[in-house]
């Protein structure tokens, strides 16, 4: 067999592409187009390439990484359960589940949690549990539930869920897709409510759209969600995989609204950037519909994953990440409010994360994230000309103005 390898997609116009880059992309699918760094070492908030170059994350593995790189209390729990016990499979109980499920149901304030791996294996958790508890509680008739979403969606990449999205690059050429999804339009709650049938069971969307580009619904939406979905009898499922666990200066972006899901759908940060933990929190009654046999995962609350995660939960029941999202989120604003005009059209905020419309004029979001790379700060674009911003959230102050002087002399 002969072996071909393109690497032409890589070739960037800045001078010549790194040989270790090259080397990455010779032999994997091209299903992403990563900026040419080539990382080997992190701590905080701080990257270090192979040639001992240092970068400012701003990106933070899209909140996989809110508690930084290699958070000490993080690592010596990982360190910890490795040393003892690291995969058992549900068949059997291990002495890190209670703890871990515990900890989050209180943190949730919740009954009941089923641990999963991914944010998309969280997302397929959840519409099997709205539609399980259709059947069994509502009363739906078989196979004709239906469930609505939200233009713009981002949920995650299996078929099902990419059945739903509305994005080109996410669906075409992957069909046929899944029955039994409605989408309406964001933050549009008499569309919300006209698109309600009796067979409806739930509504699914994320509090704030991360990959749309940090897409903040009108005040009141999540009420409003909230209270047209228990007029309904239908279920409120909020996927924070990105945008809870303390990225928006709260633990979760509903309590914004003071508003609680009937299942919140939780993955990225939870595993302390360590490890895939996603999980569906909720109560009895919901997620109390699914018998043994009747949905599982092999790696699913694996002792590894209850340590790092349940050490995650400890961090955010002190609620000293949250404050300083929200504290760090005001000097992020003030600093992007200030760019308005001067390269920057748009900026939505929320605590420590932003997505920032640049002046197209200025270069694609792209070139920008390469000219911050360039300054040693590394972001990441979405859509065209918008860059998301969500560092880490034990940056320091005077890092985060630092890679927001880098941002402004780039717009410049
Ligand atoms: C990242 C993300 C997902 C998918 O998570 P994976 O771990 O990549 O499968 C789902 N929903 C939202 C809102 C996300 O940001």
């Known amino acids: 067999m002969s072996i071909t390898t393109d690497t032409t997609s890589m070739e960037s116009k ?5 040989a270790e880059v090259l080397r990455a992309e010779a032999r994997t699918a091209h299903n992403y187009h990563p900026l040419p760094v080539v990382l080997a070492q992190a701590e905080g908030a701080w990257m270090t390439d192979i040639d001992g170059r240092r970068f400012l994350d701003m990106l933070a593995g ?6 930084g790189h290699g958070h000490p209390r993080l690592i010596a729990a990982a360190h910890a359960q490795l040393d003892r016990l690291t995969l058992t499979s549900r068949a059997f109980v291990h002495d890190a589940f209670a703890d871990f499920t515990a900890g989050l149901g209180d943190l949730c304030g919740k009954e009941l949690v089923l641990p999963m791996n991914t944010g ?10 709205s539609r399980k508890w259709g059947y069994d509680v509502k009363g739906v008739a078989a196979d004709s539930a239906r469930i609505i979403v939200a233009a713009g969606n981002f949920h995650g990449r299996t078929t099902t869920i990419v059945g739903f999205s509305d994005d080109p690059d996410a669906r075409d050429g992957f069909g046929p897709f899944a029955p039994g999804f409605d989408q309406v339009a964001y933050g549009d709650l008499a569309a919300l409510e006209a698109a309600i049938t009796p067979d409806t069971v739930a509504v699914l969307i994320e509090p704030i759209q991360g990959e749309a580009g940090v897409l903040i619904p009108p005040d009141g939406y999540l009420r409003g969600v909230r209270e047209i979905c228990t007029r309904h009898n239908v279920l409120f ?11 928006t200066g709260r633990t979760f972006a509903c309590d914004h609204e003071d508003v609680v899901p009937d299942l919140y759908v939780l993955g990225k940060a939870l595993g302390g950037g360590v490890v895939p933990v996603s999980a569906v929190v909720g109560d009895r009654e919901v997620l109390g519909v699914l018998k043994p046999g009747q949905h599982g995962s092999t790696f699913g609350g694996n002792p590894l994953a209850c340590a790092v995660g349940s050490e995650v939960v400890a961090m955010l029941a002190s609620g000293e ?3 300083r999202a929200a504290e760090l989120g005001l000097v992020l604003r003030e600093r992007l409010d200030a760019m308005i005009d001067k390269g920057v059209v748009a900026v939505r905020s929320r605590g420590l994360w932003a997505g920032i419309d640049i002046d197209p004029a200025i270069g694609s979001g792209r070139e920008v994230c390469e000219r911050l790379m360039a300054r040693g700060v590394l972001a990441k674009d979405t859509h065209g000309s918008t ?3 969500a560092p880490p959230l034990v940056i320091s102050a005077e890092d985060l103005q630092w890679g927001l002087d880098q941002l402004a002399a780039v717009l410049a």
């Open 14 to 18: 800045g001078g010549a592409t790194p």
């Open 62 to 67: 899209y909140s996989a990484l809110n508690f």
């Open 120 to 129: 998309a294996e969280a997302v397929e958790t959840a519409i099997k549990v």
């Open 237 to 247: 499922v909020a996927d924070e995989i990105q945008a809870g666990l303390g990225r």
């Open 321 to 323: 990440y949250q404050s």
């Open 387 to 389: 860059i998301r911003l």
